[in-house]
């Protein structure tokens, strides 16, 4: 197998964010000798564990202009990086960093890119990769002769890297690891990070690690049996659901259509949310769906979610035709009214 470097930027304190730990897997079940690049302020905590995981080469790019997320300096770090490795295969999670700088470091490492992998596998003797096309309706799987060859992988596709697993190598302590320092002169910046701005954790809706996909439908908004629109008592029940299930939130294009009908919404639910025709694919363990009818687009969104479950009124709804585990012929404000009574 040809030789693999894995780019991966560290958190504040020099950890590495699962999407990376995930990366460290697919590239460790690729075979090949394995190159691990770091990107950060403090790298240690990050390089013990590559060592850890048996990479023979351990390559940082370090300094307070490569902390921040910024198109110029991370390019600069990863063709530096890329450029010192000299791997044929390079590997890097699809987050929202990596996303936007490697597509830039393809063109100038003359090399070629493929964005949103969902599988990484030895065929022939050569790397292939599994890709979804046409919102997640046809798979595909791709090799190319062209190298270097950058492969963004997303998250959720591979088990994160610890080192209670079989690949790591209990022989290099902690602290043991070599790293080599790249040297990049800092390209000038117009940009300056002045600070973060974050919703408190109660009022945030998207979780990606959450065990838990809760989707709204448009029913929520509906008439109810006694005629009326119950939006008020719809929006405190699904944050109530979320709040104590941690739960993430995803929506029907139905529903975040709505605003644009002038019919009533959940002010909380926006088109982020929306799991189907976008192409969003979320990974959950399990999802409930409450007030939707299981439509093939909205449907298509869940393949990855592990166990499906459904609240509807209606017994022959999609959710009835074979697309969901478990469905619950119920009046959804019911059941969420009790979800939260037992969460409480």
């Not at 700088?101 to 393809?106: E, I, N, Q, R, T």
């Not at 954790?201 to 996909?213: F, G, N, S, W």
């Not at 104590?244 to 605003?259: M, R």
């Amino acid at each position: 197998m040809e030789s693999i470097l894995l780019l991966a930027h560290t958190e504040a304190d020099g950890t590495l964010a699962k999407p990376a730990l995930e990366a460290l897997t697919a590239a460790l079940e690729l075979g090949g000798e394995l190159t691990v690049g770091l990107v950060g302020g403090a790298v240690e905590p990050a390089a013990n564990l590559a060592a850890a995981a048996g990479a023979r080469r351990i390559l940082a790019v370090t300094g307070e202009p490569f902390t921040q997320p910024r198109y110029s300096t991370d390019a600069a770090a990863a063709e530096a990086i890329a450029r010192a490795a000299g791997a044929a295969i390079v590997l890097a999670p699809a987050t929202a960093r990596w996303a936007r700088a490697l597509p830039g470091v393809a063109y100038r490492l003359g090399g070629r890119i493929d964005t949103h992998a969902t599988g990484l596998a030895e065929r022939d003797g050569a790397p292939a990769v599994n890709r979804w096309f046409y919102r997640q309706r046809m798979e595909a799987v791709l090799t190319r002769t062209a190298r270097p060859w950058l492969v963004l992988l997303d998250a959720g596709c591979f088990a994160p890297w610890s080192e209670a697993t079989p690949q790591a190598t209990p022989a290099r302590a902690a602290g043991s690891a070599q790293v080599e320092f790249v040297a990049v002169e800092a390209p000038q910046s117009r940009t300056t990070v002045t600070g973060i701005q974050a919703p408190k954790a109660d009022e945030q809706t998207i979780r990606p690690d959450a065990k838990l996909l809760f989707v709204a439908g448009a029913g929520w908004t509906k008439k109810q049996p006694d005629g009326a629109v119950h939006v008020e008592e719809a929006q405190l029940l699904i944050l109530g659901a979320l709040r104590g299930a941690q739960a993430s939130l995803g929506g029907s294009k139905s529903l975040v259509d709505l605003s644009g009908e002038g019919q009533a919404v959940l002010p909380f639910m926006t088109h982020l949310n929306q799991v189907g025709q976008t192409g969003s694919t979320p990974r959950h363990q399990k999802g409930l769906s409450t007030c939707c009818h299981g439509e093939e687009p909205h449907v298509v969104g869940w393949r990855f979610v592990t166990e499906r479950r459904a609240v509807n009124l209606d017994p022959n709804c999609g959710w009835s035709r074979g697309k969901a585990d478990v469905v619950y012929v119920a009046d959804a404000f019911a059941v969420v009214r009790e979800l939260n009574r037992l969460l409480g």
